[in-house]
């Protein structure tokens, strides 16, 4: 399965900034997800990241919040707009050919806004 | 709406029991079930994935049942030990959307 490397782990940003979450796979991927974990939550989808295109999101987020890049099979990146303390949460990317193969998880990024 | 229900949502054990978690699904258009490993602040690590088709899937000492019919699936942990302690989630991969659902997880706690 693949690798993924998701940057940064962790950060402490304050409210009105903005955090770029990055996700880098060691080999091309058909399939890239962004996912939210809220303190005591499971996992909510955000947006699927499609190649060359603007992402695919779901009900509830807006690209103008969650701004997401895909220039290539192998990277990603989601930004976290205009944080605010309900911003706090862990991010983590996705990855698979398709869903009958499973998907893979990056380590995710625990982010914190004070 | 598709939904999945995890029960329990906490359990703890003592060292060296076996225990099962639970899982179950609404949506019968499912290609398969994906068991996840979350500890505390990471990220998911895949145990097990079950394709529709297949009724079980062994690593190690975890073994994970899925039928389909009855929207079940558990996860059987055999002779756990303290490193277990996890949070342990399930997720389908859905035959409409492409997409895993997830359920809001078992965390588990296995004392020494």
């Known amino acids: 399965s693949a690798v993924i490397s998701q940057k940064p782990s962790r950060d402490i940003c304050q409210r009105g900034t903005s955090l770029t979450i990055q996700c880098q796979v060691d080999s091309q991927v058909t399939m890239m997800f962004w996912y939210r974990q809220q303190p005591g939550q499971s996992l909510t989808l955000i947006a699927t990241a499609n190649q060359g295109s603007e992402a695919t999101y779901e009900s509830g987020f807006v690209i103008d919040k969650f701004p997401i890049s895909r220039p290539n099979l192998t990277f990603s990146t989601l930004t976290v707009s205009n944080m605010s303390p309900e911003d706090s949460s862990i991010y983590l990317c996705s990855v698979g050919k398709e869903v009958i193969y499973g998907y893979t998880f990056g380590s995710g990024t625990r982010l914190t806004v004070v | 709406k598709q939904e999945v229900t995890q029960i329990p949502a906490a359990l703890s054990v003592p060292e060296g029991e076996n225990l099962v978690l639970n899982c179950s699904f609404t949506?019968?258009?499912?290609?398969?079930l994906q068991w996840f490993r979350q500890d505390p602040g990471k990220g998911l690590t895949s145990l097990l994935l079950?394709?529709?088709?297949?009724r079980e899937q062994t690593s190690g000492r975890l073994n994970a049942s899925l039928d389909k019919s009855s929207g079940r699936s558990t996860l059987y942990i055999a002779a756990s030990q303290p490193g277990d302690s996890a949070t342990y989630l399930c997720?389908?991969?859905?035959?409409?959307?492409?997409?895993?659902?997830f359920g809001q997880g078992t965390t588990l706690q296995v004392k020494p």
């Open positions: 079950i394709q529709s088709s297949q």
């Open positions: 949506d019968s258009a499912i290609y398969n």
């Open positions: 997720a389908f991969g859905s035959g409409n959307t492409g997409k895993l659902i």
